[in-house]
């Protein structure tokens, strides 16, 4: 007395549902990692390569073609220093370096002088012309840091500007 319907698939539902196995979903996982792996990989060695070749470049060119490195605005650390009495002068130059894609670092307050001064560290000369013009002082303020520390933890940063009354306006 059996029912010619039953079968013994009696608690499952009609119709193929594919479940892959815990193996075939490892196998998919570890590609994915893999793929993003080798992209990220392959985006950042060509982004650290202009950089290089842009030193190499500029150290061996330098006098003879200040502009020939390509220099890549948002590698530049750009430190802006206030070294006058007027209130929110390095914010608003931070704001505009910022707006032309430099990495600016927070506005600080810097040592008085008596006109503008943009110093840079070794491999950043083209940066520092670039970020005079960008400021609207002459070539003739961009110094070598040397390692000094014009403004008190920039030493490390790739341009410092401390601006002075001439950049009041």
Known sequence: MSDP????????????????SLSVVFIIVVLF????????????????????TTTAASSSTSTTAPHSGRVIKSH????VAN???TGSLASRY??????QNWDTLPPVNGPH???????????????????????????????PLGGGSPVPGASGDGVIVILGPNSVG
């Open 76 to 79: 530049v650390r750009v430190q």
């Open 5 to 20: 319907t039953s079968s013994s698939r009696d608690g499952h539902a009609s119709g193929s549902h594919y479940q892959p």
């Open 113 to 143: 002088v008596a006109a503008t001064i943009i110093y840079y560290n070794p491999g950043d000369h083209a940066a520092a012309l670039l970020v005079a013009a960008a400021v609207g002082v002459t070539a003739a303020v961009v110094h």
């Open 83 to 85: 070294g006058t009495t």
């Open 33 to 52: 990692v893999g793929a993003t792996f080798l992209m990220v990989r392959a985006v950042t060695p060509s982004s650290g390569t202009p950089t290089t």
């Open 94 to 99: 931070t704001q505009k370096l910022m707006t």
